[in-house]
């Protein structure tokens, strides 16, 4: 797809929506970083704008096609989320269904840094993860047990195409003998509905906002286990040590930050009962991070194998406490490079 037709997708989109006139051209840059949408900014006459388009087949190395619908799963999330949270998400500026593509308010980057190049550059606040996992159980604790909810986002096959299949999955196809116990968390999560998850609370897709994190990205968004977006957000914080290992003790410590204000706000349920399921579900997420359909992309060969052996002992050897992860994780780090 050519920047050019990229450009006409998004001004027919606009159109569409009523954000431009029909003499109105403007400027349109598209953006990196999705795999799975096409994303630009317009400069419309009115303001810019952030315009994002839901794609038949995500950019990544095997195949891996998702249903389109998954971009109108995003629009509710936002707008139900905005309601709870009001500036913790970009606002709906128009949508246009006929091809599952939406324009939200543009978030000026200088203002609005994104969380991955934070850490990235060794930038890892406890108090900036103590608000995305607070805001996260707001979230879960709002929507818990919630039948009209549960209806409205009853995205199964989105995230089985999305999520389920295409880490748990696909790992338990490249290890044969962890399949059982891969298939078996699968259908335990499919099966677990409670409140509202985002599905991809991931670094790339939190802003570090002047008034506090914004959560963006919710295409996976479902009706389900909720343990999923904690321990999809704990696995990055584990990895970022692989990554850049002389900032070890502030991931570590954004970790222990971020367990405790989530744990401090479950109230739908027991906090240990929800913990236990957080943990086995970070060791399939690292290990499908490594052998999935979407490997972190800043591992080299060794963080790789030294992420892959650490979870599938876990896979295989499932503990019930976040702490023991964390604990074992940095003294596995400690022998694996002293």
Same mark, same amino acid.
Request: charge should be negative; aromatic fraction near 8%; hydrophobic fraction near 45%.
């Given at each position: 797809?050519?920047?050019?037709?990229?450009?006409?997708?998004?001004?027919?989109?606009?159109?569409?929506?009523?954000?431009?006139?029909?003499?109105?051209?403007?400027?349109?840059?598209?953006?990196?970083?999705?795999?799975?949408?096409?994303?630009?900014?317009?400069?419309?006459?009115?303001?810019?704008?952030?315009?994002?388009?839901?794609?038949?087949?995500?950019?990544?190395?095997?195949?891996?096609?998702?249903?389109?619908?998954?971009?109108?799963?995003?629009?509710?999330?936002?707008?139900?989320?905005?309601?709870?949270?009001?500036?913790?998400?970009?606002?709906?500026?128009?949508?246009?269904?006929?091809?599952?593509?939406?324009?939200?308010?543009?978030?000026?980057?200088?203002?609005?840094?994104?969380?991955?190049?934070?850490?990235?550059?060794?930038?890892?606040?406890? #108090?900036?993860?103590?608000? $995305? %996992?607070?805001? =996260? @159980?707001? &979230?879960?604790? !709002?929507?818990?047990?919630?039948?009209?909810?549960?209806?409205?986002?009853?995205?199964?096959?989105?995230?089985?195409?999305?999520?389920?299949?295409?880490?748990?999955?696909?790992?338990?196809?490249?290890?044969?003998?962890?399949?059982?116990?891969?298939?078996?968390?699968?259908?335990?999560?499919?099966?677990?509905?409670?409140?509202?998850?985002?599905?991809?609370?991931?670094?790339?897709?939190?802003?570090?906002?002047?008034?506090?994190?914004?959560?963006?990205?919710?295409?996976?968004?479902?009706?389900?286990?909720?343990?999923?977006?904690?321990?999809?957000?704990?696995?990055?914080?584990?990895?970022?040590?692989?990554?850049?290992?002389?900032?070890?003790?502030?991931?570590?410590?954004?970790?222990?930050?971020?367990?405790?204000?989530?744990?401090?706000?479950?109230?739908?349920?027991?906090?240990? #009962?929800?913990?236990?399921? $957080? %943990?086995?579900? =970070? @060791?399939? &997420?690292?290990? !499908?991070?490594?052998?999935?359909?979407?490997?972190?992309?800043?591992?080299?060969?060794?963080?790789?194998?030294?992420?892959?052996?650490?979870?599938?002992?876990?896979?295989?050897?499932?503990?019930?406490?976040?702490?023991?992860?964390?604990?074992?994780?940095?003294?596995?780090?400690?022998?694996?490079?002293?």
């Amino acid at each position: 797809m050519t920047q050019q037709t990229e450009e006409t997708i998004v001004r027919n989109t606009l159109l569409r929506m009523r954000l431009i006139d029909a003499d109105e051209f403007p400027p349109i840059i598209p953006l990196a970083g999705g795999v799975s949408s096409l994303i630009a900014r317009a400069d419309t006459r009115r303001g810019p704008l952030c315009v994002k388009q839901a794609l038949p087949e995500l950019k990544v190395a095997t195949h891996w096609s998702a249903p389109l619908g998954r971009s109108h799963a995003e629009i509710d999330w936002i707008r139900q989320v905005g309601g709870w949270l009001p500036g913790s998400v970009p606002a709906i500026i128009g949508e246009d269904r006929e091809s599952h593509a939406f324009a939200m308010s543009w978030l000026e980057p200088a203002l609005h840094p994104v969380w991955k190049s934070q850490l990235r550059d060794g930038i890892a606040r406890s #108090a900036f993860a103590v608000e $995305v %996992a607070s805001q =996260l @159980a707001t &979230i879960h604790a !709002a929507s818990a047990n919630n039948d009209v909810l549960a209806q409205t986002f009853a995205n199964d096959e989105n995230f089985f195409h999305l999520r389920l299949d295409p880490y748990f999955g696909e790992v338990a196809r490249a290890h044969g003998d962890c399949a059982p116990m891969l298939q078996q968390l699968i259908d335990e999560t499919a099966n677990n509905k409670r409140a509202l998850v985002h599905g991809d609370i991931s670094p790339k897709n939190l802003l570090a906002g002047p008034s506090g994190p914004v959560f963006l990205d919710a295409e996976c968004a479902w009706y389900g286990e909720p343990a999923f977006d904690v321990a999809f957000c704990l696995c990055h914080l584990l990895a970022k040590c692989l990554w850049r290992p002389e900032s070890t003790v502030d991931f570590l410590a954004c970790f222990d930050a971020f367990v405790d204000a989530y744990l401090a706000g479950v109230r739908w349920e027991e906090p240990a #009962a929800l913990e236990a399921r $957080v %943990a086995r579900l =970070l @060791a399939a &997420i690292l290990l !499908a991070r490594v052998d999935g359909k979407s490997p972190l992309e800043y591992l080299d060969e060794r963080g790789k194998d030294v992420q892959r052996q650490f979870a599938l002992a876990r896979v295989r050897s499932p503990v019930s406490r976040l702490a023991a992860i964390r604990n074992d994780w940095q003294s596995n780090l400690d022998h694996s490079f002293s």
